[in-house]
């Protein structure tokens, strides 16, 4: 499995911005579909956002729309999460899921999980 590292994650006010980045070990990474995901403290992991494997389709939950924008350089092997308009309920361990491009949007139940960023969004 491909190996996957989450960063760019920290504290920030309300109304600011962070971007998350998931850095792969090789290119095959290239080829999956990718995800992000989100666990507060006591709740379940949520969906965040989706991309296919080239880039060409995006898919993001309700509750980031408009917010977030998630992107790939694939050339770097990288995934991005673009975050603005912060919130205190987006305060939460961020994870990244990368499977089978077959499996856009992912849904998090197979492939290669990073070990997660912490965003704290303080009001």
């Known amino acids: 499995q491909v190996q996957l590292a989450e960063s760019g994650g920290g504290l920030v006010q309300a109304g600011g911005s962070l971007t998350l980045s998931c850095a792969a070990s090789?290119?095959?990474?290239?080829?999956?579909?990718v995800g992000w995901f989100r666990q507060a403290p006591g709740k379940e992991r949520e969906f965040v956002a989706a991309?296919?494997?080239?880039?060409?389709?995006?898919l993001y939950a309700d509750s980031v729309k408009g917010r977030f924008t998630i992107s790939r350089d694939n050339a770097k092997n990288t995934v991005y999460l673009q975050m603005n308009s912060l919130k205190p309920e987006d305060t939460a361990v961020y994870f990244c899921?990368?499977?089978?491009?077959?499996?856009?949007?992912?849904?998090?139940?197979?492939?290669?999980w990073g070990q997660g960023t912490q965003v704290t969004v303080s009001s």
């Open positions: 991309i296919s494997w080239n880039g060409d389709s995006t």
């Open positions: 090789d290119r095959t990474f290239s080829s999956l579909a």
């Open positions: 899921n990368a499977d089978w491009p077959s499996n856009h949007p992912v849904t998090g139940t197979g492939g290669s």
